[in-house]
């Protein structure tokens, strides 16, 4: 049986908390950020530095690969440069892909939690 919170949060598999991963290299090549998670709830990108960056899921909603880059942006969300943020929830489960606008040795923090 599930136990739910009086705040309606619920425990949803393995819970660790820290599901943080750093990255200091992004360029404007596309590079898997995050693997699947079949019990990932929300995911966070954060943009600590100073060149936006674009974040997109690995797949297309058809289960086709989304081919993304500078000059094709659909399906991707920006992360703005100095300090930007994206929270997505939900159906989230899918792997995601990041590049940079421009340049290389870009910044992004990747958090996921299963709550």
Same mark, same amino acid.
């Given at each position: 049986?599930?136990? !739910? =919170?009086?705040?309606?949060? /619920?425990? +949803? @598999? *393995?819970? %660790?908390?820290?599901?943080?991963?750093? $990255?200091? #290299? !992004? =360029?404007?090549?596309?590079? /898997?950020? +995050? @693997? *699947?998670? %079949?019990?990932?709830?929300?995911?966070? $990108?954060? #943009?600590?530095?100073?060149?936006?960056?674009?974040?997109?899921?690995?797949?297309?909603?058809?289960?086709?690969?989304?081919?993304?880059?500078?000059?094709?942006?659909?399906?991707?969300?920006?992360?703005?440069?100095?300090?930007?943020?994206?929270?997505?929830?939900?159906?989230?489960?899918?792997?995601?892909?990041?590049?940079?606008?421009?340049?290389?040795?870009?910044?992004?923090?990747?958090?996921?939690?299963?709550?």
């Amino acid at each position: 049986m599930v136990q !739910i =919170s009086a705040l309606g949060a /619920q425990t +949803i @598999g *393995p819970t %660790s908390g820290g599901k943080v991963t750093p $990255f200091n #290299n !992004i =360029s404007t090549s596309p590079q /898997q950020v +995050i @693997g *699947p998670n %079949s019990q990932r709830a929300n995911i966070v $990108f954060d #943009n600590p530095g100073t060149v936006d960056v674009f974040v997109a899921p690995i797949l297309q909603a058809n289960g086709l690969a989304l081919t993304v880059s500078t000059s094709l942006l659909g399906g991707t969300y920006i992360i703005f440069a100095n300090g930007g943020s994206r929270s997505l929830s939900g159906e989230v489960q899918g792997g995601y892909q990041a590049f940079s606008r421009s340049g290389s040795g870009n910044f992004l923090t990747v958090t996921e939690s299963n709550l």
